[in-house]
């Protein structure tokens, strides 16, 4: 591939650092538009390629690289909660001082009465306004991140993972680990609308330390030993387990 030339590049900068508009970089792409780090020149930069492979998606690319930490912060002036209505505390304060003065089942009806109140302000108040304080969106093609030698962490409020097909129907998410999967939590549902299903080389254990409940329209059981030999309780037909163990 020829060499590219660009007749009419502008850079400006000192020591510590420079901005280039139509650089020819070794890579033999014009960038746009390009911040470099001089103490660092060549491994700390942000790039704005002009040139390039549309189908590979180098053309018109944006790429940041740096040989220390990349953080973003955003959002601090966001407010996804209104701020506490004062009308919360007043209210509060008169049906505390109602009760205590008139006492009895009066005072009783009173606090009752002024503690709705105050919860149907508070939950106006915490309606959230969903406000996004960072938003990646891939218009087309993947979103990928990698830590090869490290971790990946989400700390969040509520964490919420949707898969959405082209049709509605096809979404999946996929979860792979080598050694495990660990799902801790107060209370852990699992729902699907046709299938459930849980697979194991080796053992599944089911322990309910306090109560289990197997509730079914038909439950099936079967072990081993009924490979080859109809179930006693099914009057001599094979149950589905049997189809699958045989």
Sequence with gaps: MAKKKNFHPYYIGTEHGRISFGQVRESNQIAACMLESGPDAGRHYIVMEETGNAKQGTKGSTKAFCPGTFTVKAGKDIKNY???DPKVDAISDIGRIAGGVLGGPGGAVIGEKVFGAVEELIDKDEVPRNIPAIWYEAENGDIIIKA??????????????????????T???????????????????????????????????????????VYGGLVDFADRT???????????????????NK
């Design 226 to 244: 009924t490979k080859g030999k109809p179930s006693k309780t099914c009057g001599g037909q094979v149950s589905i387990n049997e189809e699958r």
């Design 82 to 84: 209104p701020e506490k």
């Design 171 to 213: 979404g999946n998410i996929l979860m792979d680990a080598d050694d495990k999967i660990a799902l801790n939590a107060q209370i852990v549902d699992v729902k699907s609308r046709v299938s459930t299903k849980i697979f194991s080389e080796s053992t599944v254990d089911m322990i309910g330390k306090g109560i289990m409940n």
């Design 148 to 169: 090869p030698r490290g971790r990946i962490k989400l700390e969040a409020e509520s964490i919420e993972l949707t898969a959405k097909g082209f049709d509605g129907r």
